[in-house]
Each structure stands twice: as C-alpha cells, then as structure tokens.
C-alpha cells in the first residue's frame, strides 16, 4: 500500500523523555505504565507498553523515546494510555524501543 506525503504528515511523531515507569500487573501481558514529557507544548503524557523483556523500570528513567502523541486516548486496564511508544521486535519478537541516537529537544517532531 502506497501513502501519501499528507498521509505521513497526520502521524505525529514526537520525542518524548520516560520521567516514571512501574510495573503493570493487571495486564494481560507483562508491561510497564510510562509517564513521558513532551516538553511545555504537549507536556506529560501517559502510556503502557509491553517492553518488560529488555527494560527495568529504573533503567527507562532518563531515557528519550519516539512516540505517536496523536491517537486517541485508549484505556488499557486501569490506565488510560494517551500516546503509543514506538518499538521494532528483536529476533525474537521482544520489542526494541526507538530513540533518537542524540540527545534532543523534548516534543521534536519526526520528519
């Protein structure tokens, strides 16, 4: 299936700083529940994602991730994921998050 540029353009990708993640475990899959900042434009958004095989919560703090910050808000169990963090699967399937190989400006746009 070919997009448009216009259909890429309505995807907003955004970089995002992890400022809190705990464990979930009333997910039906092992997962975390994020809180990222997108800096004063979008500000502190909520997620969950399933990236228990290669992360520990205390590890993720710091760190910047790529995500969707368009969608709309999804109830996932108790938490109400407002963005979807962006992943690829390693050999196995687990999911590798995706982030900028430099430190960035919070809420920077994928272009």
């Given at each position: 299936m070919t997009i448009t540029?216009?259909?890429?353009?309505?995807?907003?990708?955004r970089?995002?700083?992890i400022t809190r993640a705990?464990?979930?475990?009333?997910?039906?899959?092992?997962?975390?529940?994020?809180?990222?900042?997108f800096g004063p434009e979008i500000g502190?958004?909520?997620s969950s994602a399933q990236i228990t095989a290669h992360y520990r919560p205390e590890e993720l703090i710091g760190r910047q991730v790529l995500a969707v910050?368009?969608?709309p808000?999804?109830?996932?169990?108790?938490v109400m994921s407002e963005v979807?963090?962006?992943?690829?699967?390693?050999?196995?399937?687990?999911?590798v998050l995706i982030g900028p190989g430099h430190e960035v400006p919070l809420g920077g746009r994928l272009f």
């Open positions: 540029f216009d259909d890429f353009l309505a995807v907003d990708i970089v995002g700083r705990e464990p979930f475990p009333e997910a039906r899959k092992p997962a975390y529940k994020l809180w990222l900042d502190e958004k909520r910050v368009n969608f808000p999804r109830q996932i169990g108790k979807l963090v962006l992943g690829v699967p390693d050999q196995a399937g687990e999911v």
